[in-house]
């Protein structure tokens, strides 16, 4: 694809040489992610972050993604706070954003709506996740950090096992990680999930389509036996009709450190987009496993910035003048121990 003024709102957009370019521009942004190194490419540039349902990570790691190239941003959540709330329409306040800024990032709770913003959008828009539709640079870092820890070049993740575990209809990450993972080759998909809230069929033909195995299974230990990779999730409690339906998804499918360890290989790892449900009755990724090496959803998390950073770069068109304004660090912000 050309990444150059594109609207990103889909995986379907992406192929295995657009993921090696945004893969590898991300590995160069690493040092100015991780705050070592300065940019200013985006200077005089300003992002709108427009988050109608609640975020934690998505939001400000859009935000820090593009103040770490030297960009303004600009935000507003819940759609309280906005005009939407006055009866707006979504043609109508992207066309006011795009007078302000110089792309926007759009997550709100009604599938498609963020197509919908971008095409009366003037300047670039991006999914922060739609309802339960997709989450597409959420899948983007997903797929990236399992290139890092399973230490494999992504063509080279081909013929893994993934397990998928939790709210496979709702969890709009899944959605779009199927269909990122769906490039590779041979994969197997062993999907957990109380059968109410399994994949949708039409990802699990399309998989098949592509020659991958899908199996669904309420077996979780055999599934954890055969992983490569455990992607959990958090029952999507905010999209069910009822409490009680919620109720019913909820707790059935806890991984804590004594079944990990028992049932998985040692170099399986536990992947989570995040936030998981700590409450005791979620039942969903023990904090017994909050310090436990195979974890990695906080290294996740943190690849949110260079991935972000990197499509931000090539949206843009700025990837190859990143280094021209680089310059040294000069705060300090380790706390004192
Ligand atoms: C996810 C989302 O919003 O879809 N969170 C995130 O962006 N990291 C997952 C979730 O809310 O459960």
């Known amino acids: 694809m050309d990444y150059r003024g594109t609207h990103i709102l889909s995986t379907t957009q992406f192929q295995l040489s657009d993921l090696d370019r945004l893969f590898t521009l991300a590995d160069a942004l690493r040092p100015y992610a991780e705050g070592k190194v300065r940019t200013r490419v985006l200077e005089g540039a300003v992002l709108v972050n427009l988050f109608f349902e609640p975020s934690t990570r998505s939001r400000i790691s859009f935000g820090v993604a593009f103040n770490r190239l030297g960009g303004h941003v600009r935000d507003t959540t819940g759609v309280a706070f906005s005009s939407m709330a006055k009866g707006e329409s979504l043609e109508d306040t992207a066309r ?13 709770p009604e599938e498609g709506a963020v197509a919908t913003f971008a095409g009366a959008s ?10 339960p539709g997709e989450h597409p640079t959420q899948a983007i870092l997903d797929l990236y950090t399992m290139t890092r820890e399973l230490s494999r070049p992504l063509r080279e993740l081909s013929r893994s096992t993934i397990v998928f575990v939790g709210d496979l209809k709702y969890g709009r ?17 062993i999907c957990v999930a109380p059968p109410a809230v399994q994949l949708p069929e039409h990802l699990r033909s399309a998989l098949e389509a592509r020659g991958h195995r899908v199996e669904l299974s309420t077996d979780l230990d055999s599934a954890l036996a055969a992983a490569d990779v455990v992607y959990s999730t958090r029952i999507q409690q905010e999209r069910y009709a009822s409490p009680a339906d919620a109720e019913a998804a909820r707790g059935r499918f806890s991984i804590n450190r004594e079944r990990f360890d028992t049932f998985a290989p040692p170099h399986a790892v536990i992947l ?8 005791p009755e979620a039942n969903e990724l023990d904090d017994d496993l909050t310090h436990h090496p195979r974890l990695a959803v906080f290294r996740q998390a943190d690849n949110g910035i260079p991935t972000r950073m990197a499509l931000f770069a090539l949206v843009l068109g700025v990837e190859d003048d990143i280094d021209a304004t680089r310059s040294p660090v000069k705060w300090h912000r380790n706390p004192q121990r």
């Open 96 to 108: 006011v954003i795009g007078g302000y800024g110089d792309i926007a990032v759009l997550r709100h």
């Open 122 to 131: 003037t300047v670039p828009v991006i999914n922060g996740g739609d309802g």
């Open 173 to 189: 990450t899944v959605h779009s990680l199927a269909r990122l993972l769906g490039l590779l080759n041979a994969m197997r998909f």
């Open 272 to 279: 989570h987009p995040l936030p998981r449900d700590s409450r």
